[in-house]
């Protein structure tokens, strides 16, 4: 997985370049012209648009029939039995070709979310020592099942650009730890994670502002798989890792004309989708 995400990320790291400046509206939009048309013609390759189109005309048929044949008890529980077997066929020979799309369009979302879903940690300019709890930025690693223990022995080791505004605290019967820590200088900065028995990971931290060089910033590290489909920016932590997760909670991105953070990248890229989708439809003619 971590081979395909970096494989991924180059990719996008060359189509966003002459782009990217543009904006997040206008990137999404960019996208989805090129990415749905491209899924319609997939859709329309691989699915049985006869066998739709069939599947279709019988439920209007039997619908008909339920209309017309309405006194008949007989005629009726029949067209009602057929329509529902109609729909469930409409629906399988519709679902199953989108199945392939779903791997590439998550790839999409997931590109889109780590550019344009967060901002970096702002730089303090005031007095640290006036800042009060919950004022700072979490920072929160949790640990595998089997590793919980192994809060105890955390070290957390911050660079130049980062200050504890708290000691680090282990919850070892949660597997947790948490620290919070205020940006005090502008840049892309790796924080590193030790534990007593020798395993050091890092996790990559934007902060200033966003004119940074680094564009991507991802507020997970994981050890999933399937999670790592939706934070590739960094490479899972490996199987014998005791690290499961680490979180930083970046701020959500102020995005003009849609929702700010993550969520408004994915509705919006979903709404400006389905309008494309659905002009590719006609343009193409599709059966769907």
């Known amino acids: 997985m971590d081979a395909l995400n970096g494989f991924c990320n180059s990719l996008f790291n060359i189509l966003f370049y002459p782009i990217e400046g543009l904006g ?5 939009t960019l996208v989805s012209i090129v990415f749905m048309p491209l899924s319609m013609l997939f859709f329309k390759r691989f ?13 209007k048929g039997h619908m008909i029939a339920i209309r017309i044949y309405q006194d008949d008890l007989a005629v ?3 067209s009602i039995v057929m329509v529902l077997y109609y ?11 989108f199945l392939p799309l779903m791997a590439p369009f998550v790839v999409v979302v997931a590109q889109l979310v780590i550019r344009f879903g967060f ?3 702002p730089v303090e300019e005031r007095d640290l020592s006036g800042m ?6 979490m920072i929160e690693v949790q640990f595998a099942d089997d590793a919980k223990q192994d809060a105890l022995g955390l070290t957390v ?3 130049d650009g980062l200050t504890a505004l708290s000691p680090l605290v282990p919850i070892p019967r949660e597997g947790l730890a948490f620290m919070e820590v205020a940006a005090t200088q502008a840049g892309a900065w790796d924080v590193e994670f030790a534990l007593a028995g020798g395993e050091t990971v890092t996790k990559r931290v934007v902060t200033g502002t966003m004119e940074n060089v680094e564009r991507i910033m991802q507020p997970e590290r994981v050890n999933d798989f399937w999670m790592a489909w939706l934070w590739p920016a960094e490479d899972t932590f490996g199987a014998n890792s005791s690290f499961e997760r680490i979180v930083i909670a970046y701020p959500d991105r102020e995005l003009a004309y849609m929702w700010d953070g ?7 890229f979903l709404l400006v989708a389905f309008i494309i989708g659905g002009a590719a439809i006609k343009i193409f003619d599709i059966q769907i």
């Open 24 to 28: 997040a509206l206008v990137v999404l």
């Open 47 to 59: 699915s049985s648009q006869k066998g739709i189109a069939a599947a279709k005309g019988q439920i």
């Open 76 to 78: 009726v529980a029949k």
């Open 87 to 97: 729909n469930f066929k409409y629906l399988f020979l519709n679902f199953a070709p």
């Open 119 to 121: 901002a970096p940690i």
């Open 132 to 137: 009060l709890a919950g004022q700072g930025t």
């Open 157 to 159: 080791n911050l660079p």
């Open 262 to 268: 993550a969520g408004g990248v994915f509705l919006m």
